[in-house]
Each structure stands twice: as structure tokens, then as C-alpha cells.
């Protein structure tokens, strides 16, 4: 008997469940407080955004969002925030060639809002105005990093030889 299917040999549905989403991990740095309070000029910002998926038992994987929002005037930091937001969801009976997708789209969809609060509330918080981030393309995120690592794996490595010189 197949493993996705029943007794009845019928195929199993799918199962995709949020068992759990919480913040695994915070951050907040004001490097120059005081004095960055005094600045009148509006910041660049600066995010950075990671996916990462794991199993962690038979059936239940946890997605971690990572986020690193920096924020400078001139060359002095305002603040630098990082969020990870992470959810362990239970996804059983899915063909294996659509757990990346699941893991690196739907899940990340799931978490991004409260990704995006936790920034807004930390950053308020600190004394700043609030940071509402766009909304993310998370789909379009996980097409082009496969296509950079399937670039990275085509392009042949570069070997450095060394030679040895005898005098």
C-alpha cells in the first residue's frame, strides 16, 4: 500500500495546519541615544529579509522569517531592529516536490503580518516613527532565489592552484 493513501485506496487530502507562530528571537540597538533623537533628517532604511524552513518532527516543520531593518542618518545608526518571526505548521500528505513552495511561500505569507507588527510595534516603541513594510512578493522571492542558486550550481568553480616553486 502507498503511503498517501487509505484503506480504501483513496488518496489522502492534504493537511497544512498552524500549530504555533511566535517571535523566536529580538532585537533592538540604538547605538547613538541620545543625540540620534535630536536629528531632524528623515533615515535611510535599510531590510534585509530570510526564509528559512526546517522538519523538526514527522509531519511538523518550523518557518523562520528573519528581518534586519536598519535605519541611518548620514552615517550615524538611528536604530537597527531584528525580528524573527517563526510558526511551526503541520503539513502531511503533500508531494515532496511541493514542500519548498509550502515552506517557502505559503508559510512565509502566514508569518509576514505578524512580522511586520512586531517591526512597527518595536520601532514605536523605541521612540521612532513606526516602519510599515510593504508587503512582500514571496512567491516571486522563492523563484528568483532558485534561480540564483540554479545559476550558482551551472557556473563552474573557479580553482585556485598554487605552485610550488623549488630553488
Known amino acids: 500500500m502507498e503511503p498517501n493513501t487509505n484503506t480504501n485506496n483513496q488518496p489522502q487530502q492534504p493537511v497544512f495546519t498552524i500549530e504555533k507562530l511566535y517571535v523566536k528571537d529580538l532585537s533592538l540597538e540604538i547605538p547613538n541615544a541620545p543625540g540620534i533623537f535630536l536629528e531632524r533628517e528623515t533615515p535611510e532604511v535599510n531590510i534585509q529579509l530570510h526564509t528559512k524552513g526546517e522538519r523538526i518532527d514527522e509531519g511538523m516543520?518550523?518557518?523562520l522569517l528573519t528581518i534586519t531593518v536598519t535605519?541611518?542618518?548620514k552615517e550615524k545608526t538611528m536604530f537597527l531592529v531584528e525580528v524573527k518571526q517563526a510558526g511551526i505548521f503541520q503539513i502531511r500528505h503533500v508531494p515532496e516536490a511541493d514542500m519548498d513552495p509550502v515552506l517557502g511561500i505559503a508559510c512565509p505569507n502566514i508569518l509576514f503580518p505578524y512580522?511586520?507588527?512586531a517591526v512597527s510595534d518595536i520601532v514605536?516603541?523605541?521612540g521612532f516613527h513606526a516602519v510599515i513594510l510593504n508587503p512582500v512578493n514571496f512567491e516571486a522571492l522563492y523563484y528568483q532565489g532558485k534561480q540564483q542558486a540554479e545559476q550558482k550550481a551551472a557556473a563552474?568553480?573557479?580553482v585556485e592552484e598554487t605552485q610550488k616553486v623549488t630553488h
Do not use: G
Request: glycine share 0%; proline share 7%.
Open 124 to 126: 514605536t516603541r523605541a
Open 61 to 63: 516543520y518550523e518557518v
Open 71 to 73: 535605519a541611518k542618518v
Open 115 to 117: 512580522l511586520r507588527e
Open 156 to 158: 563552474p568553480e573557479k
